[in-house]
């Protein structure tokens, strides 16, 4: 009897094997650069009420050297609390927090 991935592309099913291992292998490592981190210089996402179309955003603050992300929502900042804030963002401004780039001028 035939199993499904017998009449798929092998080598497509190859390439995504490889791909899930190295995204695990990545998040092992962003997690192991995360739980060393000093988390010295952050961005943030201000607060926004919301209206009667759109949810509100909570406010968010994400560390530039390891990209650890909390909400200062629920029991506040604790890993970043005490960091240094480089730049706010407003609400109008979350996809430029989102994909914030090392080469963009602070």
Partial sequence: MKTISSFM????????SEIISV????????????????HDNAIELDY??????????????????CYYEESGWDCGY????????VKKFETKDFHSYYFIKPHEQI
């Fill in 9 to 16: 592309n092998q080598d497509i099913l190859s390439i995504e």
């Fill in 48 to 65: 926004s009420p919301g209206s009667i179309l759109f949810k509100a955003t909570g406010p968010k603050r994400k560390c530039l050297n």
């Fill in 23 to 38: 995204n695990q292998k990545l998040k092992r490592k962003i997690e192991e650069l995360q739980s060393k981190c000093a």
């Fill in 78 to 85: 604790q890993k970043l609390k005490n960091s240094n804030i």
